[in-house]
T-cell receptor, first 114, second 117 residues
Framework: LAKTTQPISMDSYEGQEVNITCSHNNIATNDYITWYQQFPSQGPRFIIQGYKTKVTNEVASLFIPADRKSSTLSLPRVSLSDTAVYYCLVGALNYGGSQGNLIFGKGTKLSVKP | GAVVSQHPSRVICKSGTSVKIECRSLDFQATTMFWYRQFPKKSLMLMATSNEGSKATYEQGVEKDKFLINHASLTLSTLTVTSAHPEDSSFYIC?????????????FGSGTRLTVV
């Protein structure tokens, strides 16, 4: 499984755009990139997933360069409620065959200030 | 969306007793579920992979006789912490792959806070 590296922490202010970059130099061809958000004493929550280029949903965007050795989670106009730990994971899952385990790195603790 | 229900949300038990944590997939079938533990201010650590109808696969360093996993149906996996000790106090979380999503679309339970006194 590809190992990921993220900044330990980031600070931001309400209304700003926050970009969290994750390095995954050893990503495999069939690996996807997924970001999760976790609040204290809760299970992680899926944010966004991608394989290459750019993916956007209602809460975030995910930018993946051509070499796929890194990815950037972009949170537009953060609010206080976005204060959480964000995890970047890479892994492959062939649903019809072998199952991939998800290994969590240390994550990035985002603190949003008023 | 795919939901995993985990119970109880918190439990306090005495040293030496056993505690069972349940993880149910509510609107989908899960042939595989994963169990994690998380210490305060730390990341999630994968403990074991629960496989429906067969033995669980444990990560290195996790005692299989202490953390009993049963996956008797396609919608239920249980983790039993046997002969609990204070050092087993932790936050336990289960997860399952979301049908139709590739490479990491997993849904997680809300977690169980175990305190052993």
């Amino acid at each position: 499984l590809a190992k990921t590296t993220q900044p330990i922490s980031m600070d931001s202010y309400e209304g700003q755009e926050v970009n969290i970059t994750c390095s995954h130099n050893n990503i495999a061809t069939n690996d996807y990139i997924t970001w999760y958000q976790q609040f204290p004493s809760q299970g992680p929550r899926f944010i966004i997933q991608g394989y290459k280029t750019k993916v956007t949903n209602e809460v975030a965007s995910l930018f993946i360069p051509a070499d796929r050795k890194s990815s950037t989670l972009s949170l537009p106009r953060v609010s206080l409620s976005d204060t959480a730990v964000y995890y970047c994971l890479v892994g492959a899952l062939n649903y019809g065959g072998s199952q991939g385990n998800l290994i969590f790195g240390k994550g990035t603790k985002l603190s949003v200030k008023p | 969306g795919a939901v995993v229900s985990q119970h109880p949300s918190r439990v306090i038990c005495k040293s030496g007793t056993s505690v069972k944590i349940e993880c149910r997939s509510l609107d989908f079938q899960a042939t595989t579920m994963f169990w994690y533990r998380q210490f305060p201010k730390k990341s999630l650590m994968l403990m074991a992979t629960s496989n429906e109808g067969s033995k669980a696969t444990y990560e290195q360093g996790v005692e299989k006789d202490k953390f009993l996993i049963n996956h008797a149906s396609l919608t239920l996996s249980t983790l039993t912490v046997t002969s609990a000790h204070p050092e087993d106090s932790s936050f336990y979380i289960c997860s399952a792959p979301v049908p139709g999503q590739n490479g990491g679309g997993y849904t997680f339970g809300s977690g169980t806070r175990l305190t052993v006194v």
